[in-house]
């Protein structure tokens, strides 16, 4: 990847707009830990001045949320600029050892479903023993986001449409989504067949990359969206569908990302185009299954890469408020980030703690039964919050609302309509 653009940093016109809606902003009230401050710095750094320890600090604190591509009157693409810096960085900065180490553990295991899945017994034995050993910090504040893991939940390589076929569909398992959240995963293929699809979701595929595009690690992320794409090609289907805000994101922007090579190309800029949320999907698609009554309130929480990086916003309202019996609540500060941004609360746990605290007592405040969202990092980070401040709270994705009402139960798994 090239350096930042300097055609993209001259469209920064200094108004500051979206200072207000950047959460370390928010935080901390320091212009180079705004927006407006790091493209700044990238000004400088384009103009030669040498990568400081300073600059490296006020980039590596950016959640990458992206609240501030939406905030700007100008269309500064800031997310062009940070992907671009973070590359830069991890080419030319290097970091103290401990950080290095923290990188190679993160990153040897969360974008490897295959090494996650070896872990998982030993995650859920420790789980349940309630033992508390002496851990890292880092690594213990890694295993104190976990959700409570029960027995692991996977879903067939092919289900087939109930009732009449409307579409053919591919669908993204992920990484920490079907390890940790394979619930999640079983109510995509039931909501997604309800609804006339045929889905195809191969059990060997890899990573889609996002987790390294975020954090700078170019080579590796394009490595593993060549795999991804490569996977679903043959499989000839309408969409391909993602339940993970963060991978439906990176995996938009893969005709972007691959744009340099003559052999990806073209089938990067294919394979995006079918990438759909899957709240996006259902809406374009528009329900045949009945709806029955899930009677409940629910707050729904704007995962950063859906709202800001996707833009989908509305999809998942629409989908809720079409249940009967659902009653939507909105969350103050609703634009803010939960702090938890991929890796973002390993990395930066302070400062995401501060966010997700922040965002807890915003979703305590509607008074909800369930907090839904549509990313397994948002669940992990506001799960936590919510937990520390002492107003634990039912927490769901999406599509297990939607799934309670095609199946007649209530989001606790209850009977509640025939
Ligand atoms: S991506 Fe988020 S944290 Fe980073 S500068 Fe923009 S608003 Fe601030
Ligand atoms: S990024 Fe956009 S909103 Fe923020 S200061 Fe620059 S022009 Fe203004």
Redesign the pocket.
């Known amino acids: 990847m090239d350096s930042p653009d300097p055609t993209l940093i001259d469209?920064?016109?200094?108004?500051?707009?979206?200072?207000p809606t950047c959460p370390t902003y928010v935080l901390w009230g320091e212009e180079m830990d705004?927006?407006?401050g790091r493209?700044y710095l990238m000004a400088e750094g384009h103009d030669g001045e040498p990568l400081s320890d300073a600059m490296v600090t006020h980039f590596d604190r950016c959640l990458g949320c992206m609240a501030?591509v939406t905030?700007?009157?100008?269309?500064?693409q800031?997310d062009r600029l940070i992907e671009a810096t973070r590359s830069q960085v991890e080419r030319r900065f290097p970091r103290m050892r401990r950080e290095r180490a923290l990188r190679s553990l993160v990153f040897g295991l969360f974008p490897h479903p295959r090494r996650l899945r070896r872990l998982r017994p030993l995650l859920r034995a420790y789980q349940r023993s309630r033992l508390s050993l002496p851990l890292p910090s880092r690594v213990a504040a890694m295993q104190r986001l976990l959700p409570p893991l029960g027995p692991r939940v996977s879903v067939p390589s092919y289900t087939p449409a109930r009732g009449v076929r409307r579409a053919r569909v591919g669908m993204l398992l992920g990484c920490v989504q079907r390890e940790f959240f394979g619930d999640v995963n079983a109510a995509t293929v039931r909501v997604l067949t309800a609804e006339g699809c045929d889905v195809v979701a191969p059990e060997v595929q890899g990573c889609c990359g996002a987790l390294s595009l975020h954090m700078g690690r170019e080579d590796e992320a394009l490595s593993f969206a060549k795999r991804l794409i490569a996977t679903f090609e043959p499989l000839s289907v309408d969409a391909v569908v993602v339940n993970a805000a963060g991978c439906g994101s990176a995996m938009k922007d893969y005709g972007w990302l691959l744009r340099d090579e003559p052999d990806w190309a073209a089938r990067a800029a294919a394979f995006a185009a079918k990438v759909r949320d899957v709240s996006e999907w259902l809406v374009e698609l528009g329900p045949v299954a009945p709806r029955h009554p899930v009677p409940v309130t629910v707050a729904y929480h704007d995962a950063c890469h859906l709202a800001h990086a996707q833009g989908v916003r509305s999809a998942p309202r629409e989908l809720l408020a079409a249940i009967p019996g659902v009653e939507l609540r909105e969350i103050e500060e609703a634009a803010i980030c939960c702090g938890s941004a991929g890796v973002y609360n390993i990395f930066q746990p302070e400062a995401a703690a501060e966010l997700g605290a922040r965002k807890a007592a915003n979703v305590a405040a509607t008074g909800a039964d369930v907090l839904v969202t549509a990313n397994p990092g948002c669940l992990m980070q506001i799960r936590q919050a919510l937990a520390d401040r002492g107003t634990p709270m039912r927490l769901a994705h999406t599509v297990e609302i939607l799934d309670a009402s095609l199946r007649a139960v209530d989001d606790t798994g209850k009977i509640v309509a025939s």
Not at 11 to 19: A, D, K, P, T
Not at 71 to 76: E, I, Q
């Open positions: 469209q920064c016109v200094h108004c500051g707009f979206c200072l705004s927006p407006r493209i501030c905030a700007c009157p100008s269309g500064v800031y």
